[in-house]
């Protein structure tokens, strides 16, 4: 419903303005001294709201039911694997370490990640604690671990700090802001987020060293709809709206569904260049909607003013 949205606006935008231009009602309206401007701003408001509508309240409707679709695909349809396999199953993890008063570095190596009784276990463990100059402070050695409440629990742990003997320490606790719902999170599709949840969980992701782009790029995707819809919105009264007495009534409406298309493949286009990292997120996810929006404009003015 989300992605269909703005390819309504644009249809029914259409219809409404061709079958409004057909019956003379436009012509009567200019007539009476009403620029296209102003009974352009109740559709317009119109469309903005439905895109408001959409962001903030099927958002979130939607990333859920994803998610329990996702779920439901991982148990029920693929083998193996799982939201959790990375690199074949292993797991490097980059987080702050607060400990001894100072802002350090801890990086986390598991060579085997496994998801069991809710519970995420990591196998063959190397954890690498660097200072603020990025220098090895100390590397701490485990066969098995697991992610509880608020740390990493490391079974048979050893440190080895750089030109001493490795020294056994046994359990060690490590502490960290992840938790097992937001490492799963991390590794599945960024609309399995709402709208709501995502600056934080973008936030995190960065911290743990995680790449966010995708989850950014969705997310500037989601401010931009209701800008989408307003443009679609314009763009339909800027193909219609053409009075049916010139001709080419057909001509200008087919290169405004033409044109809503186009649009669509600029932004899908955009957003592969954005997960890329060839663009910015901001950038792939408001230049087609800008683009739109002058297209747009555009066409009133030359439409309004000549």
């Not at 102003?38 to 709201?49: D, G, N, T, V």
């Not at 408001?52 to 859920?64: D, K, M, N, R």
């Not at 932004?267 to 997960?275: H, I, L, N, P, T």
């Amino acid at each position: 419903m989300i992605m269909i949205m703005p390819f309504g606006i644009l249809l029914g935008g259409i219809v409404c303005f061709w079958r409004l231009t057909r019956s003379s009602e436009l012509i009567v309206a200019r007539a009476a001294g009403i620029s296209a401007w102003q009974f352009l701003a109740a559709p317009l408001a119109c469309a903005i709201l439905l895109g408001v509508i959409g962001t903030t309240a099927l958002s979130p409707l939607s990333s859920y039911m994803f998610r329990k679709a996702e779920l439901l695909d991982e148990a029920y349809l693929k083998t193996g694997g799982g939201p959790l396999s990375l690199n074949g199953g292993a797991l490097w993890l980059r987080q702050l370490d607060d400990n001894e008063g100072s802002k350090r570095v801890a990086i986390l190596h598991a060579r085997r990640v496994l998801l069991r009784d809710r519970t995420l276990h990591i196998n063959d463990i190397s954890i690498f604690r660097l200072d603020e100059r990025d220098q090895l402070v100390v590397r701490i050695e485990a066969p098995r671990g697991e992610l509880i409440e608020g740390a990493w629990k490391l079974e048979n742990a050893a440190t080895v700090r750089p030109n001493h003997l490795p020294v056994h320490i046994g359990d060690y606790l490590l502490p960290t802001n992840l938790s097992l719902t937001r490492v799963e999170q991390s590794f599945a599709s960024p609309d399995t987020l709402s709208i709501w949840t995502l600056p934080g969980f973008i936030h995190l992701l960065e911290r743990s060293g995680f790449s966010s782009i995708r989850h950014r790029l969705h997310f500037q995707t989601l401010l931009a709809l209701p800008i989408l819809c307003g443009t679609m919105a314009l763009v339909s009264a800027g193909f219609s709206m053409r009075p049916s007495r010139r001709g080419g009534v057909a001509r200008m409406l087919g290169s405004g569904i033409a044109a809503g298309f186009a649009l669509f493949t600029i932004s899908k286009v955009a957003a592969q260049f954005g997960e890329s990292g060839a663009l910015p997120p901001v950038m792939a996810a408001w230049a087609p909607t800008g683009a739109g929006l002058c297209l747009a404009l555009a066409l009133l003015l030359h439409l309004e003013d000549g």
